[in-house]
């Protein structure tokens, strides 16, 4: 409730009170729809002479870490704590920070695949910023749980890549839930999802027969669509204080907000350009994330990150010199063109350079269930090149704190540091291996998953019943 | 061999090459590999600290302490697991060069009128240049099933099984694609009950109870004599059907018209586990598939290799998302099921000699055995835990590039700033 919108008149502030935003101070990230989350931690828990991956680039063998009241406590070795504390003996086991996936499209193409469900695409305009992923979202997808039991405690689900602008991403806590608002990941900032390259000009052009058809089309199609934000940005400029009267309520001064008519679109590209929106961007090639890095500054907004970039091995250096993530598969390639130079050491050479940020991704309900062999496929594909070896303490960055950086919520999780969010994994071994199972999973402090007790394991209402005959 | 070039000192296998290539004396499909495990994939399960023999190609002797012939090149296995080349799934490769341009794509048939051709044969054709193949091999590949898609009909036509050793044409027999359930609905008048209706017209034409001058036939000449064959048992059905309903429904049918099926897919097949051991038949599980993807589906779960196995069924392998180009991932499929109960040497069986088996080249491929072709794979650690990767691949005795599209590509750009 820190919006500027409180300062004006009493009469607005009123009708105000339910669309305050979330962060910032814009009007154009405020949220109406605001999270209810609530953490709801077990007691105290101590877990111990485990091997800790802390998501910092350190691994600490035979160590242990505390959770209480739904954050992290404390990580190290034998720490002392009294008896009340409740006690897990990981011998043998690790210890990671809970994963995250910052491209995900569970809810909003959930399983089972029915034309009912299919809620990803607003394909019905180029540019859709004015959707947002989460009225989608069908918090019942099967697929949440399942990602759930492979270790993912956070997720970004996006729009799909049909438009130049396909709307908001929302970050969700992997946690069950009746409606999205109960699983939006407390204060943190939207995505904004656009797309390169072939499927907006398949969809528009190839498909519709509008505008674009071809990818100077995209180009032009962004451009349009970011002056447009920065006019309305400009229009939308705090005006002069002006002599309030008794009430005041004059309309034009509220602080932050010229008060026009509010366009839903252009709130979100502005929302972008003033970085209150992360950028992320679908774009394959490197010649098109190069245009894009262009596009960026152009209309002075920050790319937070390229996913898919099967071709961000091309220009690693660049991307890690912008601090731009690269969000990307281990192994995927060729179903398209844009696709066809994929190569499977591309995490590792995007993960190379001084001040990088990869990023392993699923895109997929599959992939979100095995992030961590994803990044296992990788570690060998740079072994086979005679590359470095990577450690396991630099890989699970890869779907930790640098996923989290991407989102925007690296202060509140993705590291198991002291007064972040309890979102833990316990795996029954090494992380990076077809054998890797997380055993329990810890989302701010409560046990959500724990392979032992299947009974304890959520299930999604459709999954109700389904084997009774 | 001769591309070893010093800019790549990179590359993998390195060693081994170059040991081979010291030896030109020898054939170039003579060889021994000294000291592995080796993981046979038959009944004599893994062979600890194990020699092969290879001569002209063939595996001639599996044992300990075997002895190189004079100019047969040795290369040192301690500590690595050999194993049979790997079967790559039901997939497109070589059929499909870049699956969303169809100019590359010759995978299915739409032909509007008499859509249904089971004469299809997709192995004509087959590419043994196409890029997705050393990108396959470089990960233990050695042979898949060529797979017709369904285009226009639900009975989707011929394929085979293609080495990947270059050579052009398939071996063994051919097998008939068909799919049923859901996925088919649209292909056969939005019901899944007319696909019993359509294919008993099919056999019924097929074994020359309907006038080949019918005004109805479904069937082409050639389609009735290629369809007859398989009645005749010639060559498997590889069935890709879903739900535990229609596949009841299947067994019924394969065990009336006395067919040889398989079942690929099989979400729900575990559920059928017993009467698919009785029947005999195998099936080809993707073993990441645990979501309701559709409502054939409900009852996926990732044990549903580790169950048809517990029951007796044949298990083997095979992916259904982007299945070429990422056929390298079939080995993460088998690793997952030993993760979720499936045995271990199960596992490796159903990426090498159950699917050879099953497609009917098992005679030649998917076991170390004197006798069967040298398709090997050299390890540097488990084949089925993607944290390993394949040394080197023979193929009839012959050592592959470790190389493809993919490796020339990283090394360009493993030198930083290789291009502006």
Redesign the interface.
């Known amino acids: 409730m820190t919006s500027t919108l409180l300062r004006a008149g009493l009469g607005l502030a009123l009708v105000s009170l339910s669309t305050a935003p979330a962060v910032g101070a814009s009007r154009f990230v405020a949220d109406p729809y605001p999270s209810t989350y609530q953490a709801h931690p077990d007691g105290p828990l101590l877990i111990q002479n485990a091997t800790v991956l802390t998501g910092t680039g350190q691994r600490l063998d035979n160590a242990d870490v505390l959770l209480r009241d739904g954050r992290i406590i404390a990580v190290g070795d034998a720490l002392q704590v009294d008896a009340s504390v409740t006690r897990i003996n990981a011998d043998g086991k690790w210890v990671t920070p809970g994963l995250i996936d910052v491209h995900s499209h569970l809810g909003v193409y959930p399983s089972p695949g029915v034309g009912a469900h299919s809620d990803g695409n607003e394909m019905t305009a180029p540019v859709t910023a004015n959707v947002w992923a989460e009225h989608s979202v069908w918090p019942q997808d099967p697929g949440f749980q399942a990602a759930l039991a492979g270790g993912v405690t956070s997720m970004q689900v996006l729009p799909g890549s049909a438009n130049l602008v396909g709307g908001r991403g929302v970050t969700l806590k992997n946690v069950p839930a009746t409606t999205y608002q109960a699983m939006k990941f407390p204060g943190a900032p939207w995505g904004l999802k656009m797309a390169c390259g072939e499927n907006p000009k398949r969809v528009y052009g190839g498909g519709k027969g509008v505008a674009p058809a071809t990818r100077m089309g995209n180009v032009a199609g962004y451009r349009a669509a970011f002056i447009d934000a920065a006019d309305y940005i400009a229009k939308n400029k705090p005006k002069p204080a002006k002599r309030k009267g008794w009430f005041g309520s004059d309309k034009g001064d509220s602080a932050g907000d010229a008060g026009g008519k509010r366009d839903l679109k252009l709130d979100t590209l502005a929302g972008a350009i003033q970085g209150d929106i992360r950028v992320h961007i679908h774009c394959y090639r490197a010649d098109e994330m190069a245009t894009m890095l262009d596009l960026s500054k152009e209309f002075g907004f920050k790319v937070a990150a390229f996913h898919h970039g099967v071709e961000a091995y091309k220009l690693a250096d660049r991307l890690a010199a912008e601090g731009v993530c690269g969000a990307l598969w281990a192994d995927w390639w060729g179903f398209k063109m844009e696709a066809f130079d994929g190569i499977a050491e591309n995490i590792a050479l995007v993960d190379r350079p001084k001040n990088s940020c990869a990023i392993v991704h699923s895109d997929s309900p599959e992939g979100i269930q095995r992030l961590n062999q994803e990044a296992a496929k990788v570690m060998a594909a740079a072994r086979r090149a005679h590359m470095p070896e990577i450690a396991p303490e630099r890989a699970i960055t890869w779907m930790t704190a640098n996923a989290a950086k991407a989102l925007g919520i690296e202060a509140q999780t993705g590291t198991l540091e002291a007064g972040k969010m309890a979102d833990v994994v316990i795996w029954n071994g090494n992380p990076f291996s077809s054998y890797a199972l997380a055993e329990q999973v810890f989302v701010d402090g409560r046990r959500v998953y724990d392979r032992s007790t299947p009974p304890a394991t959520p299930r999604s209402d459709f999954q109700l019943g389904q084997e009774l005959r | 061999m001769g591309m070893v070039n010093k800019r790549r000192?990179?590359?993998?296998g390195a060693t081994l090459v170059a040991l081979l290539l010291m030896t030109t004396a020898a054939s170039a499909q003579d060889l021994l590999v000294r000291g592995a495990t080796v993981a046979t994939a038959s009944a004599r399960g893994n062979v600890e600290d194990a020699d092969v023999l290879v001569q002209g190609g063939i595996i001639r002797a599996v044992g300990r302490g075997l002895s190189a012939p004079a100019g047969v090149p040795v290369v040192e296995g301690k500590g690595r697991m050999l194993t049979p080349a790997l079967f790559g799934g039901i997939t497109e490769i070589g059929i499909e060069?870049?699956?969303?341009?169809s100019s590359t794509v010759d995978s299915a048939l739409k032909i509007g009128e008499q859509p249904l051709r089971p004469e299809f044969d997709v192995t004509l054709a087959y590419n043994p240049a196409s890029v997705?193949i050393p990108?396959a091999r470089l990960d233990g590949i050695g042979f898949t099933a060529l797979g017709a898609a369904t285009g226009g009909g639900f009975v989707a036509g011929q394929g085979g099984v293609v080495r990947f050793d270059g050579s052009a044409d398939p071996i063994g027999p051919r097998a008939l694609f068909l799919r049923l359930g859901a996925a088919a609905s649209e292909l056969t008048g939005q019901s899944r009950a007319a696909q019993w209706m359509l294919l008993q017209q099919m056999v019924d034409e097929a074994r020359g109870q309907v006038d080949a001058d019918s005004p109805h036939a479904l069937l082409t000449p050639a389609g009735r004599r290629t369809l007859a064959r398989y009645l005749s048992g010639q060559g498997r059905i590889v069935v890709e059907v879903d739900r535990a309903a229609d596949i009841r429904q299947l067994l019924r049918w394969a065990a009336r018209e006395k067919v040889k099926i398989a079942i690929a897919g099989g979400a729900e097949a575990w559920q059928l586990a017993p009467q698919l051991a009785a029947a005999k038949v195998p099936v080809f599980v993707d073993a990441?598939?645990?979501?309701?993807?559709?409502?054939d589906?409900?009852?996926a779960t990732l044990e549903n290799a580790a169950r048809l196995q517990r029951a007796g069924v044949p298990v083997a392998f095979a992916q259904r998302?982007?299945a070429?180009?990422?056929a390298?991932?079939m080995?993460?499929l088998a690793?997952?099921a030993?993760?979720n109960g499936l045995p271990w040497a199960d596992g490796l069986a159903g990426l090498t000699r159950v699917p050879a088996e099953v497609l009917g080249v098992a005679d030649q491929i998917g076991s170390i055995e004197p006798g069967k072709r040298a398709d090997l794979v050299l390890w540097?650690g488990d084949p089925?835990?993607?944290?390993?990767?394949a040394e080197q691949v023979w193929l009839g005795g012959r050592a592959m590039p470790m190389r493809s599209r993919?490796?020339e590509?990283?090394?360009r750009?493993?030198q930083?700033?290789a291009?502006p």
């Open positions: 000192r990179a590359w993998p060069e870049v699956s969303g341009e997705l990108v990441l598939g645990n979501l309701p993807t559709t409502f589906q409900i009852g998302d982007d070429s180009h990422n390298r991932k080995r993460q690793g997952n030993v993760a540097e089925l835990d993607v944290a390993h990767y993919q490796t590509l990283r090394d750009y493993l930083r700033n291009q």
